[in-house]
């Protein structure tokens, strides 16, 4: 293990994926304060145009992408209060009333700061985490990995913004779609219509940008007419001394918060920054400052927004279950260049793992200093019209779903794609499932088959093996658990009210 951490620093001596490494982040600083674009969106549009490279640069532009907008949405939330990614929704509270008091700078380096040290602190927990994963590996079996997909589907009734129900709707949608194709095993054709380019699938590329880049789109489209009033920034000025002996227990707190809160299936960053700004405010000594320009509520959310983004690859590099909606495109990465996220990642993969691990750690200091000294451009940014961005937006989505395969299908897959996540998005069901369900659709089949040749048809036996009940039992309580908690709780209600 040892020797595959220093393989990965030593892969970042290449210096043309330094200079790639660089751009990305430009790249998605820009992508993460233009309001309506957002981590996913941007990983998403870039997606085909990795498919060419090797998979340690490719992989380390989309996490670079993802690292970098992460903490550019800090920058419109502060100076134009519109958030410019939903994880930056609490950083509004308190960046725009100190922007408005003169205190833009000192806002953003506190975001820039915490940002900085919650990422830093998560990616050296997930290495960390490595050697543990790799130890697991020599446990999975076709049977665990099924009990784990299956696992991993029950947590798409949370991991989207609409009700469990839809969600769990949205992702069988997901699950359905992943049938499409030849069956690997019985080498029967299924749902092609006769049409050749469908007999390997429904490809991920064009589908991730058809539910993330084009509906949003559309849903902007209702948007033409909104402006931005923007707070005038005189200079950058960094936190005083004072400032980090206030918020210095707030940063590795939240830090602490959003690495965990990542790491869990179906959570992200948006979710660990308002947990992340909720404990920040209840262990303040002067809570009734939040909302009114506290640095301590700054710097709760963006240390755990930040810090969610290591967190969320440690399942979807060690298990195969994306942790946030940008994870989830970025396995969709990971399988598109024939690489195969599981346990396994860091015993056949190591070398590979631990460069994609350094890159997050560098992103993290390349966007510190981005975030102070080009905030002020980038701000500027988001005067674009989006009369004018989001046709920019379409050619990108179009120009990407062609370059995949050169084939027109791809690109009416997009399209199509992108018209069904737009009513879906406008009745309440959230595009994250499908997404998922697309991709682990085909794994949860795949790995059943497996199974079930493993234990000669015979599947009641994968109760029988530890590992593979342990999952079954995880999913149990994650689907039924809820349901079973509050029938209880509504039974006891009656009791404790008639006692009082």
Not at 323 to 332: E, Y
């Amino acid at each position: 293990m040892d020797a595959a951490i220093l393989n990965g620093l030593m892969a970042l001596a290449d210096p043309q994926l330094l200079v790639l490494i660089f751009a990305a982040t430009l790249g998605g600083v820009l992508v993460g304060a233009l309001p309506g674009l957002n981590a996913t969106t941007g990983v998403a549009l870039l997606l085909p145009f990795t498919i060419t490279m090797d998979p340690i640069p490719a992989i380390a532009i989309l996490t670079t992408i993802y690292c970098a907008a992460t903490f550019a949405g800090a920058i419109t939330a502060i100076l134009i209060n519109t958030p410019g990614t939903s994880a930056s929704a609490t950083t509004c509270l308190d960046g725009y009333p100190l922007a408005q008091r003169g205190e833009a700078g000192r806002a953003l380096g506190m975001a820039a700061v915490s940002s900085t040290i919650g990422g830093i602190i998560s990616v050296v927990a997930l290495m960390a985490a490595a050697p543990l994963m790799a130890r697991a590996a020599y446990n999975f079996a076709p049977p665990e990995y099924f009990a784990l997909t299956v696992f991993g589907l029950s947590m798409l009734s949370t991991i989207g913004d609409g009700s469990p129900v839809k969600n769990i709707v949205s992702g069988a949608f997901g699950v359905l779609l992943a049938t499409v194709g030849i069956d690997l095993l019985t080498s029967i054709e299924r749902f092609t219509f006769g049409m050749n380019e469908l007999s390997e699938g429904i490809p991920f590329v064009p589908v991730m940008i058809g539910v993330f880049g084009i509906s949003e789109l559309l849903i902007q489209a209702d948007n033409l007419h909104v402006e931005r009033k923007q707070v005038i920034m005189k200079a950058i000025k960094l936190p005083s001394r004072e400032d980090y002996a206030r918020v210095w227990k707030t940063i590795l707190r939240s830090s602490g918060i959003g690495t965990f809160i990542g790491i869990l299936p179906a959570e992200g960053a948006t979710v660990a920054s308002m947990i992340g700004y909720n404990e920040a405010k209840r262990w303040s000594k002067k809570p009734e400052e939040f909302g009114k320009g506290s640095l301590e509520g700054i710097a709760g959310s963006e240390a755990a927004n930040n810090s969610a983004t290591g967190g969320a690859m440690v399942p979807t590099l060690a298990l195969g279950i994306p942790g946030s909606p940008t994870a989830a495109v970025i396995l969709a990465g990971l399988m598109v260049h024939g690489l195969r996220p599981g346990p396994t990642m860091f015993t056949e993969q190591a070398d590979f793992a631990f460069a994609i691990f350094w890159s997050m750690m560098l992103v993290n200091v390349i966007f510190f200093f981005i975030g102070l000294w080009g905030a002020k451009i980038f701000a500027r940014v988001t005067l674009i019209p989006i009369q004018i961005l989001w046709p920019i937006v379409f050619i990108f989505s179009i120009v990407g779903a062609y370059a995949l395969e050169q084939s027109m299908m791809d690109v009416w897959i997009a399209i199509g794609s992108g018209i069904v996540g737009f009513f879906m998005r406008r009745h309440g069901f959230s595009v994250v499932p499908m997404a998922i369900g697309l991709i682990l659709g085909g794994m949860l089949e795949t790995r059943l088959g497996q199974s079930m040749v493993m234990l000669d048809e015979q599947w009641w036996l994968m109760f029988t093996r530890p590992l593979a009940l342990f999952f079954f039992v995880l999913t149990g309580l994650a689907l039924f658990g809820p349901m079973v908690w509050g029938l209880l709780f509504k039974q006891r209600s009656p009791v404790e009210s008639t006692g009082e």
